[in-house]
Structure formats: C-alpha cells, structure tokens
C-alpha cells in the first residue's frame, strides 16, 4: 500500500532554513508527481507546489516561489522540500502527498515551528 | 485559483443527527474532489474521494455526492468520533485549492 513517511519536527529560528524529507513507499516513485501542503494553525491548507518525481521538473505555488525548492532522491524514493528565510508566519503543518489513481495519499505531516 | 467555499463554517449537532457540509467550487472540478476529517494535532483523513467514493474502512454513515461546482458530505448518524473539522478539496487544477473548513461541534 502507498506510504508517505516524513521527517520529524523542527523548530527554527527567523531567517533560518528547514528541509523536511518524504519517504515513499509502496509504488513506483517516479510515476506520480509530489506535491507539498502547508497548513497553518486557523487557516485552510495551501498548496505549495509539486515535483515531476520522473524529469525533476517543478511548479511553485507564487506564494512560494523563490524561498521553496522541491528535490528528489530516486534511488531512496524520496522527496525534499526546503524553505528558506523562515518567518513566524511559516509555522504550519507540512505535508507531502501523491495522487494516485484520483485518490489523494497523504505523509503525517512535519510540524515546522518558527520562533526567536 | 479555483476557490473553494465550504458551508456552513461551524455545524452545531447532537449525536445521532443527520449532517450535511457542502462544498461550491468556483468553476468545474469535474469530480476530482475529495473530503477529510482533522482532529487537532493529527493530519487530514482522507473520507472520500473522487466525490462520491467511500475509503476503504470508513464507516458507510459517510457519503459524498456531486460534481462540477457543487458536491456536500452527509453524515447520516453522527457519532461521537465524528465531532471534528472537515475539508473539501479539488485536485482537477493547480493550484490545489481546498474549503477552509466546517467544525462540527457538540450541540
């Protein structure tokens, strides 16, 4: 069965950077494209972009661009996501996530706190 | 950007009740649209999808109905491990967009 498996929680200082990881498991990696959700606390969720996992190939949400980049790891079916220059306003929930067949499967999420 | 508008955004109801959330979309989504339950601290479940598909093991009181622009989430009994937030969201476009919620409270 399709498995998402991300990386734990991080706290982070403004201006510092995260990458979160997404271990796949349970199909074919570069089949289906990844895609990235921020949800922050009282909002709804946002999607922030997606990987082409085959080509590498990447869309960014314009909310995003320029302070996110998507990357791969093929051989470990993994997928990254790192953000950088974090603000207060980054605390949120980050998922990966895969369609698959018209049915969306999820990670558990990465709680990314931003605090001084 | 498709917007997604949920209704209503707090549903108060008693245990056993009938409960329906509905989700209008701002163009088609044809039925590339799913719903999800989140309690606090915990990710999203995945009820339903392609609007009307039931997920394996969740309970058959959930049912989900519609496309193109308008699609609801009923609830035919609820139950006391039902009382949580619910989100709609529509995959047919980037950029995925979703509703911002309906919290289903204890009456």
């Known amino acids: 069965q399709v498995q998402l498996v991300q990386s734990g929680a991080e706290v982070k200082k403004p201006g510092a950077s995260v990458k979160v990881s997404c271990k796949t498991s349970?199909?074919?990696?570069?089949?289906?494209?990844i895609h990235w959700v921020r949800h922050a606390p009282g909002q709804r969720p946002e999607w922030m972009g997606w990987?082409?996992?085959?080509?590498?190939?990447?869309m960014y949400s314009q909310t995003f661009q320029g302070r996110v980049s998507f990357t791969r790891d093929t051989s470990a079916s993994m997928a990254f996501m790192e953000m950088s220059s974090l603000r207060s306003e980054d605390t949120a929930t980050y998922y990966c996530?895969?369609?698959?067949?018209?049915?969306?499967?999820w990670g558990q999420g990465t709680l990314v706190t931003v605090s001084s | 950007d498709i917007q997604m508008t949920q209704s209503p955004s707090t549903l108060s109801a008693s245990v056993g009740d009938r409960v329906t959330i509905t989700c209008r979309a701002g163009?088609?989504?044809?039925?590339?649209l799913a719903w999800y339950q989140q309690k606090p601290g915990k990710p999203p479940k995945l009820l339903i999808s392609?609007?009307?598909s039931l997920q394996s093991g969740v309970p058959s009181r959930f049912g989900g109905s519609g496309s193109g622009t308008e699609f609801s989430l009923t609830i035919s009994s609820l139950q006391p491990d039902d009382f949580a937030t619910y989100y709609c969201?529509?995959?047919?476009?980037?950029?995925?967009?979703f509703g911002q919620g309906t919290k289903v409270e204890l009456k």
């Open positions: 996530a895969i369609v698959k067949r018209a049915t969306p499967h």
């Open positions: 349970g199909y074919t990696f570069t089949e289906y494209a």
């Open positions: 990987m082409n996992t085959g080509h590498g190939d990447t």
């Open positions: 163009q088609t989504v044809s039925t590339l």
């Open positions: 392609q609007a009307s």
């Open positions: 969201h529509q995959f047919n476009n980037y950029p995925w967009t």
